[in-house]
């Protein structure tokens, strides 16, 4: 179960025995509403992440000093959502129970709900902190409970309220909208405007971090299925991503939301494996060796 994948991402090519941060791939978009192609990602990512450097100067890190294992693609069934959540929530358990960190790729958004799951029957004050365009929260679409649309709603049946941290959001119903301002999740729309003191609050509280790439704004990030202007930089997202890894007990977190079939340019893809080694450095950065003199 735990064989190293045969392509990796660049510089994670650990073993999984020595690993701190186990990361995968949840190539499924079958609940995907409008542009389709987030199942390609991880695979992506792997191959495109060759053109990228292994050290960070943002951080004076480098992949070649961390313990990441690359666990590969899980082999999702598109035509069965259940099943494919089933083996997404299975899989990260695991990694849990083994003592490390479940680092998953999308997919569509709705693949961090297994995820969460997970980390919250190991962790029971288990808190979410949500970047993205939209808010989630409908309670179906189109009839389904289980959608792309729906995943932070099912997260807080999970939850309950007061634990789901929102940022960024610029775009949903009306009715999600005054949902989240009853009380059930804390949403902050458009930026990152409380961030900080959010992390304050749960500095003791185990975090799961969910990112939705959308939540960038379409100039720096088309390559997405439901793009939303008015989104944040790319410098804005990395600063809000490490204050959160730095500041919080991250216990488990993902990336989703990528297509590259929408950004034949690449530039998406290399955006998101920028982050991505960004948030491997700062989740590495008390097991990283210090470089020898």
């Not at 009306?174 to 003191?197: D, I, K, Q, V």
């Not at 955006?271 to 470089?291: H, N, S």
């Amino acid at each position: 179960m735990w064989n190293r994948n045969v392509e990796t991402f660049l510089g994670c090519d650990g073993t999984y025995e020595d690993s701190h941060i186990v990361i995968f791939g949840a190539p499924f978009d079958s609940t995907t509403s409008y542009r389709p192609g987030t199942r390609f990602a991880a695979r992506t990512m792997r191959a495109e992440s060759y053109g990228l450097e292994t050290y960070s100067p943002y951080q004076d890190l480098d992949l070649e000093d961390a313990r990441a294992f690359d666990g590969g693609d899980l082999e999702l069934p598109f035509g069965d959502t259940e099943r494919a959540l089933d083996m997404i929530h299975t899989y990260a358990k695991n990694i849990l129970e083994g003592g490390r960190l479940p680092f998953l790729i999308g997919g569509e958004h709705l693949v961090s709900l297994p995820a969460v799951k997970a980390a919250a029957e190991k962790h029971s004050e288990l808190a979410v902190i949500h970047f993205d365009a939209h808010t989630d929260l409908r309670d179906e679409y189109l009839g389904n409970h289980l959608s792309h649309a729906t995943v932070i709603r099912r997260a807080w049946d999970i939850l309950g309220d007061g634990r789901i941290h929102q940022f960024g959001i610029r775009s949903g119903e009306r009715a999600e909208w005054e949902w989240a301002r009853a009380g059930h999740t804390n949403l902050h729309p458009f930026t990152f405007a409380g961030l900080s003191e959010a992390v304050t609050a749960l500095k003791e509280r185990p975090v799961y971090l969910t990112i939705d790439l959308d939540v960038l704004d379409p100039s720096a990030f088309p390559g997405t299925g439901t793009p939303e202007a008015g989104g944040v930089t790319f410098v804005e997202l990395l600063k809000a991503a490490l204050s959160v890894i730095r500041g919080c007990n991250v216990v488990a977190c993902d990336l989703v939301e990528l297509s590259p079939p929408l950004d034949p340019s690449g530039t998406s893809t290399a955006t998101a494996l920028k982050l991505l080694r960004e948030m491997i450095l700062a989740l590495e950065a008390d097991f990283i060796r210090p470089p020898t003199a």
